[in-house]
C-alpha cells in the first residue's frame, strides 16, 4: 500500500494550499450539497454527509458555508443539481487512473477530462476498464509520533478495521467500507488524533514509476484534479518519494 499511502498524505499536506485558492472549498461544497440531497441534511443520519463536512472542517471551511451547502442539498436553497459520473483511463507507464466527478454538464466534463488525458500522454478508457484493480476501502492515518503502535492496533482492530501498518513514520489504517465509520469513532472517542480520515479507492497493485514518466504523471493527476467538476483522482503508481515531495 506505500504508494497510495504516500500520495494520500503528500495529497493531504497540500490541502492547505489549495485551500488558498478557494477550489477545494467549493468542491467540498458540491459533495455536501450532493450527499445531503441523497441522504438529508443531518450529519448523524448521513455518514456520507458526515464525512464531507469533516472534510469540510480539517480545511477550515466556514461553517456558514457548510450550513448553505447543506440547504441546496436538501432544497431550502436553490441549487445547481449535480450528477455523479466516474470515469477511467491510463496514465503515463499505464498507470491506472479512477476520477470521481460531481458536473451540471456532462457533455463539457468528459470533453474536457479526454483532453487533459490526450495532453498527457494517456487515455480514456470504458467504463470498467480499471476499476477491478482497486478496492473501495475507509483510509485513516494517525502521525506515528502521537500513538502507542500496540495500543492504536488493538483499538483499531477491536473496532472492525482490516489491517494496520507503520508507513513513512505513520500509522496506516485500512477498513472495509461498512465498518469505516465505526473505526472512526472508536479513535476519536479514544482521543486518537487522525490526520487523514476517507473512503479512498485503494489500488491491488502499482506500477513503479520514476524520471519523466514519473513527472508526466503527476503532472496528469495536479490537472485533473485542478477541474472544476473532479472531486477525486485515484490512481496506481509507486513513486519516489523525492519526487512526489518535489511537486
Not at 450527499?35 to 438529508?40: D, I
Not at 464525512?51 to 480539517?58: H, R
Not at 470515469?87 to 477530462?113: H, K, W
Not at 524520471?211 to 473532479?230: S, W
Amino acid at each position: 500500500m506505500s504508494g497510495h499511502s504516500k500520495w494520500a498524505t503528500t495529497k493531504h499536506k497540500k490541502a492547505a494550499t489549495d485551500a488558498k485558492r478557494g477550489k477545494i472549498f467549493t468542491k467540498i461544497g458540491k459533495e455536501i450539497t450532493v450527499a445531503a440531497r441523497l441522504g438529508g441534511g443531518d450529519p448523524d443520519g448521513n455518514p456520507r454527509l458526515r464525512t464531507a463536512v469533516a472534510k469540510a472542517k480539517s480545511v477550515s471551511l466556514p461553517a456558514e458555508n457548510i450550513k448553505r451547502a447543506i440547504q441546496k442539498g436538501t432544497g431550502e436553497l436553490p441549487g445547481v443539481s449535480y450528477e455523479e459520473i466516474t470515469y477511467e483511463g491510463y496514465g503515463p507507464g499505464g498507470v491506472a487512473v479512477i476520477i470521481e466527478a460531481l458536473t451540471d454538464n456532462r457533455n463539457r466534463t468528459v470533453s474536457e477530462i479526454r483532453n487533459i488525458f490526450s495532453k498527457a500522454g494517456g487515455n480514456m478508457g470504458e467504463a470498467g476498464c480499471v476499476s477491478w484493480m482497486f478496492h473501495k476501502k475507509g483510509y485513516l492515518v494517525v502521525n506515528g509520533a502521537k500513538a502507542n503502535e500496540d495500543q492504536l492496533m488493538t483499538l483499531a482492530l477491536d473496532a472492525g478495521a482490516e489491517d494496520m501498518q507503520a508507513e513513512d513514520g505513520n500509522f496506516v489504517i485500512t477498513t472495509a467500507l461498512s465498518d469505516f465509520e465505526k473505526v472512526k469513532k472508536a479513535l476519536e472517542d479514544a482521543a486518537v488524533p487522525l490526520d487523514l480520515s476517507e473512503i479512498t479507492m485503494i489500488p491491488q497493485t502499482y506500477v513503479k514509476l520514476d524520471g519523466k514518466e514519473a513527472h508526466q504523471m503527476l503532472r496528469l493527476v495536479d490537472t485533473l484534479e485542478d477541474n472544476d467538476d473532479v472531486q477525486n483522482v485515484y490512481a496506481n503508481f509507486d513513486i519516489p518519494d523525492e519526487i512526489l515531495n518535489a511537486e
